[in-house]
């Protein structure tokens, strides 16, 4: 798999990619070390770039910076933890397929997984200028648009009649999850924490 044409082809022509992706999933090991673990490098760099060294503003305070050490403390924990999400989400579609009849398939639910979540990550390149990081909320509803796509292709060889309620409580537990995340990086790095001195 080629890392670029893989990305412009699940943006562009995600129906078209998905059947590649069915076709020809990637192994586990390498669906990580040449897919996910590359691209959610985007968001976490930008992530840190955005928060130690430009800055964003915060209302009746003004402009601030996180400092350096504190910015790359929360660009590594967001790395870390969206790559154990996407780990996660793909356990948790693989675990939930006999409930939907549909075929238990670790590979390929690690690939719905990881390959649906493309756009945000790409767009994650936003965050180095904080203002513009809600568009990366536009690119996660692509990002949903593309799971949806996922499961509509068969990927998990789901019935027709199943796909959207497999889909939805997939998209149920994906916001959990991403919830937690956010609580987790928002507890570690509460303004008032106790890593404030960092």
Do not use: C
């Amino acid at each position: 798999m080629e890392l670029i044409p893989r990305i412009q082809g699940i943006v562009i022509k995600p129906k078209e990619e998905w059947e590649k992706i069915k076709k020809q999933p990637l192994s586990i090991s390498d669906l990580f070390t040449k897919y996910v673990l590359i691209l959610v490098a985007i968001p976490a760099v930008a992530q840190f770039i955005g928060r130690g060294i430009i800055g964003y503003s915060v209302p009746f305070v003004g402009w601030v910076r996180s400092g350096i050490g504190r910015a790359l403390l929360h660009g590594i924990f967001y790395y870390v933890l969206t790559v154990a999400l996407v780990y996660l989400l793909g356990m948790i579609i693989n675990v939930l397929a006999p409930s939907f009849n549909s075929k238990q398939n670790q590979e390929k639910a690690m690939n719905l997984a990881a390959f649906s979540m493309t756009p945000a990550w790409i767009a994650g390149i936003l965050y180095i200028i904080p203002p513009l990081s809600v568009l990366v909320l536009l690119a996660s509803l692509y990002s949903i648009y593309i799971f949806y796509l996922g499961f509509s292709s068969s990927i998990m060889e789901t019935p027709k009649e199943k796909v959207v309620g497999y889909f939805a409580v997939t998209i149920i537990v994906s916001i959990v999850l991403f919830g937690l995340i956010s609580l987790i990086l928002g507890a570690i790095f509460a303004v008032s924490g106790g890593l404030g001195a960092i």
